[in-house]
């Protein structure tokens, strides 16, 4: 300070010094403070530390507390399963006590009902023994009966024996009708081959080689025009008189073959595919079975029996020509006859 004074007395006041003191001053101050909060900082820090492992450890110890909690939770629960086995153990130990006290008791009471059972005993033993005597005498009578269905049992087995032989020869018989019965079924099926013959060639010789009648197989083939008109199932004038010689070969032949031979005369009615138009009849069926129907009433009306006629009606399903031309239309409608067995 007085060197301060002194300086200033010699010349100009200067403020530099007391500012550079003040500063000094106050770096001082501020270094203090900071060694003083550095030293703060330090022990909080090693407060927290401290007071962070004394919380690590509490932790530590809660863990180790929780595992003894579980570890005795477990014990408790072992404890009372052991518990439970012992009384169900006990239960069943005095369950079983009062089983061997009853069988005891039991066993008690049979010894004193033994005796008396011994006296009935002998009782029953005296009156089965007399019951067996009895029962000895009823085998004997129960033998001779065995011995006399025996015997009755040998006479039903010769009357079976006598039976099977004339069962065979019954079979033997039966065979030999048979094969003479097939014999005469042949017999009669030759005899109506022939007189099947016979009436074609009768046929043949009346109706001559018309193109519109042919023979196909077994069977005198018509063509529908020579009898009716399209759709319709009326026969015409020209169809009669084929009719007519027909029937005189029918009953020609109705008087020459046995009336044991049993034949009929099939009257077959065939359609094209198309179908029929008009309001007389609904389908090819109808029309087809109408024409039929109408060739066997009118062999009736000239004295052909009704028991040899048939009747029959195919429609369009029974074609001799699959084609689609006129031509196959005009082959597929006709009439039918067939000789044939009834």
């Not at 929780?66 to 012992?86: A, F, I, R, T, Y």
């Not at 018989?173 to 109506?192: C, M, P, T, Y």
């Not at 759709?231 to 044991?260: H, M, W, Y």
Request: charge should be neutral.
């Amino acid at each position: 300070m007085p060197l301060a004074r002194a300086r200033r007395s010699e010349g100009p006041f200067n403020y530099w010094p007391g500012f550079v003191d003040a500063l000094s001053t106050l770096v001082l101050s501020i270094v203090f403070l900071l060694s003083v909060f550095l030293v703060v900082q330090f022990f909080l820090s090693q407060e927290v530390t401290g007071k962070d492992k004394a919380l690590e450890q509490l932790n530590a110890k809660i863990a180790q507390l929780n595992e003894l909690l579980s570890l005795e939770k477990l014990g408790k629960l072992n404890l009372d399963d052991q518990v439970s086995q012992l009384k169900a153990g006990l239960a069943s130990a005095e369950t079983e006590r009062d089983r061997l006290k009853g069988l005891y008791e039991g066993l008690a009471n049979a010894g004193n009902d033994a005796q008396g059972k011994t006296t009935e005993l002998s009782k029953a033993l005296d009156s089965e023994k007399q019951v067996s005597a009895r029962a000895l005498a009823q085998i004997e009578v129960l033998n001779q009966q065995i011995s006399a269905l025996r015997r009755q049992l040998a006479a039903l087995e010769e009357a079976l024996d006598a039976s099977e032989k004339r069962d065979k020869e019954s079979q033997t018989r039966i065979a030999d009708l048979g094969s003479r019965l097939n014999v005469a079924l042949a017999q009669r099926v030759q005899e109506l081959s022939r007189y099947r013959s016979e009436f074609f060639g009768r046929l043949r010789a009346i109706l001559g080689n018309r193109p519109d009648i042919r023979v196909v197989g077994d069977r005198f083939v018509f063509q529908s025009e020579v009898f009716f008109d399209t759709g319709q199932a009326t026969l015409l004038p020209e169809g009669r008189a084929e009719l007519d010689t027909v029937a005189s070969a029918l009953i020609e032949l109705n008087n020459k073959i046995p009336n044991e031979i049993a034949w009929v005369l099939r009257v077959d009615g065939h359609t094209d595919v198309r179908p029929v138009s008009g309001a007389n009849f609904k389908s090819n069926w109808e029309l087809s079975s109408a024409r039929a129907i109408s060739v066997v009433q009118y062999l009736i009306s000239l004295g052909v029996p009704a028991e040899r006629l048939v009747a029959a009606g195919f429609a369009e399903f029974q074609p001799l020509d699959t084609g689609n031309t006129e031509e196959a239309f005009k082959r597929n409608r006709r009439i039918e006859l067939k000789l044939t067995e009834r």
